[in-house]
């Protein structure tokens, strides 16, 4: 086509940081027959501007204009002879007094990649530094194009160089605009299309003819880049939570996003260490101990209309697991419950919510299963989360027997109540293949403990009864009922009980903080009384719910 079509042009502006592979995308976008690009066309007002020296400066700001509202309106936005255009800018180049046409124009996207990959070749022309990077700018992009109502794509290098044909088919449907096979190949060399910076940059990308999967090993990191690298990475980590899901489910097919029990815990908040963090980024260090060998005690927390329930009976089992297992450095009690004061609030979430509560024996100096490793206190998580009681507490649920055996005081007393809960989820993974809501654990010999996460009662003949707290976690939910039990003028018996006694029970119940009193209606394919919820369970759930409403430790407000 001879003549301009001026505004049919379609401009479309990939941001990147530098060593991004963002040439490579130029080379592929420019081998389709709608598209005429142009390669960083702001780089000589930015030299202009930020004053930055490069081995080229002066021979870029006389051939290159370095007026930038001049480029963006006569170059960026000028008259072309083809459909689309492609900018390929780097963040950094973005400076102030910049005309708004810039982003309010044309088609945005964003090309990411983990600083880990940038950073080794990145010193061949300039030292790197976290302004040089721009990943800060790539973040305030996002940002601004998000609240204008108009979230750029955001694909990752590592997409590109794993599945090109996916990621270019994925990035064009994106931009609206058609896929054309010719973007995966380019001939290899210099191209006029190249800005004069190209011999000081391009060199590796003058050799490759497509996007190509990484080697399989990468050369050592430069450890003189490692606080640049903990200064980028969360900029990285940030804009990868935003990219395309297709990037993932491209490279693990079996791995969709996951739906969420309840939606609204997606924006939740979480204590760990000494802050409050965003869901994403609450995260322990691989040092952990919780990680190095699930050493860390935990509580389950409920609260009630404003109010959390047996707050410190909690704490008091926290400690003393914790001064069980001999950890060092624990935090203050008052310290903790402000912890879950603050998180709770912050989270607005002031009824129908749980809180696990974890405090780690703490990060180590080195790996390994020694305590004396242990030298930088205890790690204190609060997780909190919408969440109604886990069980169907109306129509019942169902159990069967595990073969796995609830843990003997002679290997690891179920009274401290700690991470290492595999015991309990062999049982679980029964449960599951059962199709059953949970599993009844027995003890050494035979006799009924506990489910894999509740404790259990059963009623016969107007007579309550619970298996002894010996191989089974005296749970605060579980006292809390046999007081509700004396208090109801019920008889309470706690002995050891054999599994054919929950059979032929009249009624079955288990309690936890998550479930509350939760009815059993069926064990191993034998119904229970009737099948339907009995007399006793509910009068003791009623009672429950009560108790809940009038007791609980406030939680302070404004």
């Not at 609240?147 to 044909?165: F, K, V």
């Amino acid at each position: 086509m001879a003549e301009e079509i001026d505004d049919a042009v379609v401009v479309i502006h990939a941001w990147s940081a530098p060593r991004s592979l963002s040439t490579g995308l130029m080379y592929s976008f420019a081998q389709r027959d709608d598209t005429e690009v142009l390669d960083e066309p702001l780089y000589a007002n930015f030299l202009r501007v930020t004053g930055v020296e490069r081995p080229y400066r002066e021979e870029l700001l006389s051939k290159m204009e370095a007026d930038g509202n001049k480029v963006i309106k006569d170059v960026i936005f000028g008259p072309g002879k083809k459909k689309f255009r492609f900018c390929k800018h780097i963040a950094k180049q973005r400076v102030p007094g910049l005309s708004n046409d810039l982003m309010k124009k044309g088609k945005h996207f964003i090309l990411i990649r983990n600083p880990l990959h940038i950073l080794p070749s990145f010193d061949r022309v300039v030292p790197p530094s976290f302004l040089e990077l721009g990943l800060a700018e790539l973040v305030s992009i996002f940002s601004e194009l998000s609240e204008s109502g108009t979230p750029p794509p955001i694909i990752d290098a590592e997409e590109l160089q794993q599945d090109p044909e996916g990621a270019l088919c994925g990035l064009c449907k994106d931009l609206g605009i058609p896929f054309q096979a010719s973007m995966l190949k380019w001939e290899a060399g210099p191209k006029h299309i190249d800005g004069l910076w190209a011999p000081w940059w391009y060199e590796s990308v003058h050799k490759s003819t497509c996007f190509s999967p990484t080697r399989k090993y990468p050369n050592a990191f430069p450890l003189s880049f490692y606080d640049l690298l903990e200064q980028s990475l969360p900029f990285y980590n940030l804009l990868k939570r935003h990219a395309t899901r297709r990037a993932s489910v491209l490279l693990n097919p079996a791995l969709p996003e996951p739906s969420l029990p309840v939606p609204a815990n997606k924006k939740l908040l979480a204590w760990v260490g000494d802050e409050i963090l965003p869901r994403d980024s609450a995260k322990v260090s691989v040092f952990d101990s919780i990680v190095q060998g699930g050493d860390s005690v935990w509580e389950g927390l409920r609260v009630y209309e404003g109010k959390i329930f047996k707050l410190e009976e909690h704490l008091d089992r926290m400690f003393d697991s914790a001064k069980a297992l001999a950890f060092e450095n624990v935090p203050a009690r008052e310290d903790i419950k402000e912890a879950i004061f603050r998180t709770l609030i912050t989270n607005g979430m002031l009824d129908n919510a749980h809180i696990r509560l974890s405090l780690t024996r703490g990060k180590k100096v080195t790996s390994g299963m020694s305590p004396a490793f242990n030298l930088y206190g205890c790690t204190l998580i609060v997780l909190p989360e919408w969440k109604p009681p886990v069980y169907d507490n109306t129509k019942g649920i169902t159990l069967v027997t595990a073969t796995t055996r609830r843990n003997s005081p002679n290997n690891l007393d179920s009274k401290i109540h700690h991470n290492n809960l595999l015991n309990n989820i062999l049982a679980k993974v029964e449960g599951n293949n059962a199709n059953a809501d949970d599993a009844i654990m027995l003890d050494k010999d035979g006799y009924v403990s506990e489910t894999n996460a509740t404790n259990i009662f059963l009623v016969k003949k107007g007579r309550v009864l619970t298996p002894h707290a010996d191989y089974c976690l005296p749970g605060i939910t579980r006292a809390t009922v046999m007081d509700l039990v004396v208090a109801e003028g019920l008889v309470l018996e706690e002995r050891r009980i054999s599994l054919s006694e929950f059979h032929t029970a009249d009624e079955v119940w288990t309690t936890g903080t998550m479930g509350e009193l939760s009815p059993v209606v069926k064990i191993d394919g034998r119904v229970v009384g009737d099948g339907h919820v009995g007399a006793v369970t509910r009068r003791l759930q009623a009672a429950y719910k009560k108790l809940t409403g009038q007791s609980g430790v406030p939680i302070p407000t404004n």
